[in-house]
């Protein structure tokens, strides 16, 4: 695989990445029309046995599925995910509304992710056994033990209900960003500490290192010279894997707890009123987004691997 | 190459402590898998040490916190809003929650190793579709799929079960295919074509006992993956559905009690917390003491 020339490498990846996505409206497809019964879905929960029978005539269900199938991929194709049938509008727009809540949040909490895995995992990997790697280590694998939407309503009870610092739900301004923020951070955090640690302890046990400390150079030269060097693509492919992560799952739990008015809340509450054309949206605008940004991560892997290896 | 690995003069003489003495002899090496076998314990023979009934009812005891004594006796971690002991309905919770991570986690270890002995073993198109399979399921963002899939098909253990093993058979079948590898080279391997084992023989006499160790590792950080999936599924009301009880599912029942009684939501998630970490602890003493992680 690291034959390919860093140009074929990008094509190949985005072609898998297109790939994926069509499996996932796929799978999307077979889970609601094959499995499910669309037309008991999308009606309200007290819907009559008659009036399921009209939609299931009136939505062309009776007609064979890969019929259907096309039927359907063509409205994707042309951004018609159908209507809400909450809000009577388009779907599409729906989901986008929301989505910039989602990428503001998981941004910032990427952010303060990075910057907590990153610098303590790297100080402990680098002092590894010292009291410092010790504890940092217990704490993250804590930290990634507990869901997050737990550490969420536990941050909310203290810092919000206690003290009444921040505000615990929905979106007034920067202040609510704040829990949120952290409650990811502090999971997604601990992951990348792990993973960071262990990448620069591997990096302290090659030769070189070990000459470096044993003819005594002073520590902040040999971290910054040459450890983080060969650490730093390493710590910001983490980091970028750590994104697709949050996005994939975590993130909208968290925005459920904090009533975030993002993404995940949007597919949590479709699917509480069975409005499944905005939850089928959702997840596929956001299934997308999570592939996209894998596929951009693994490339800017390669293409920074690529560049050290000719320099 | 230990001295080559550990940076530390101290770490090295811990190291060679560690390995006179075995690995297993420190206390602290004891604590967490203690607390696991205490946790199957609890969810063996939980309605004996229960306290109360998990679903017993007393308006009169209706939101007392921890250490509070009610008309039916003491209540070590309170009560909820009706009036159940919190101790009791979390040993009833613990049982579901560590079958469903358990259940799940060997469905997907017996899918994962499965694909992966034929992919590493045959190799050549089954390799290429299993690794494939594999690789589009780690790329998907599964989380989604995953509430659709409870949308439609409607949140139920049965559902959970099936559902939990997509998320960690990927994992089993690339470490067992990469195992395999290295092990169809073996002398022993060739002996036994030799001697006319057919493939499945192979796999099952040769190759399974051999990626026992590390796929019992694996198993370990797995089963802790499943269980706080399946919390995050019932914590947002697709998962494990009342009358049944998770621990994921008594952090959602106790949330619009946040303000007025903490314990509600915090005690249940210290206990998941708490066996997700021991699990956690124990694959790590495993890969020091296999010496293939620090």
Known sequence: ?311 | MLDARLGRIEDVEEARALARQGTLSRAGDLFWPAVIVALVLLALTGDALAPYSPTAQDVGARLLPPFATSGRGFHLLGTDPLGRDLLSTMIAGTRLSLFIGATATFIGLVIGVGLGMAAGYYGGAVDRLVMRLAEAQTAMPMFLVAILFLVVLGPSVFNVIVLLPALVWPAFARLVRAETLRLRETLYVEAAVATGCTGPQILWAHILPNVAPRVAVLTVIEVGHVMLAEAGLSFLGIGVQPPDVTWGLLIARGRPYLAVAWWLVTMPGVLLGLAVLAFNMLARRFEVASGSAA
């Open chain 1, 1 to 311: 695989m690291h034959a390919q020339s860093p140009g074929r490498f990008v094509v190949t990846r985005i072609r898998d990445g297109a790939g994926i996505l069509l499996l996932v409206t796929v799978v999307i497809f077979l889970l609601g029309y094959g499995l499910g019964d669309p037309a008991t879905l999308m009606s309200p929960v007290d819907a009559t046995p008659e009036q399921i029978e009209n939609l299931r005539r009136l939505l062309g269900l009776d007609r064979p599925l890969y019929v259907q199938f096309i039927d359907y991929f063509g409205h994707l194709l042309r951004g018609d995910f159908g209507e809400s049938l909450w809000q009577y509008r388009p779907a599409l727009p729906i989901v986008l509304e929301a989505l910039p809540f989602t990428l503001l949040l998981t941004a910032t909490a990427l952010v303060l992710a990075g910057l907590l895995g990153g610098i303590n995992g790297t100080l402990a990997g680098f002092w590894a056994g010292s009291r410092f790697d010790r504890a940092t280590n217990f704490l993250t694998v804590a930290a990634v033990s507990v869901p997050s939407f737990w550490v969420g309503l536990i941050l909310i009870a203290i810092a919000a209900v206690r003290i009444q610092l921040f505000p615990t739900s929905g979106f007034t301004g920067w202040q609510s960003l704040v829990l949120p923020a952290v409650t990811l951070a502090v999971v997604h955090g601990g992951r990348i500490h792990l993973l960071v640690r262990s990448a620069t302890f591997e990096e302290m046990t090659k030769p070189y290192a070990m000459v470096a400390r044993s003819k005594g150079l002073p520590d902040r030269l040999i971290l910054w010279k040459h450890v983080l060097r060969n650490t730093s693509v390493t710590v910001a492919t983490t980091i970028g894997w750590e994104y697709v992560r949050m996005l994939g799952g975590a993130a909208f739990a968290v925005e459920v707890v904090f009533a975030w008015p993002g993404v995940g809340q949007l597919m949590i509450n479709a699917a509480n009123r069975h409005d499944f054309p905005v939850l089928q949206c959702a997840v596929i605008v956001a299934g997308a987004f999570v592939v996209a940004t894998n596929a951009l991560v693994d490339i800017g892997y390669r293409l920074m691997d690529a560049r050290l290896r000719v320099a």
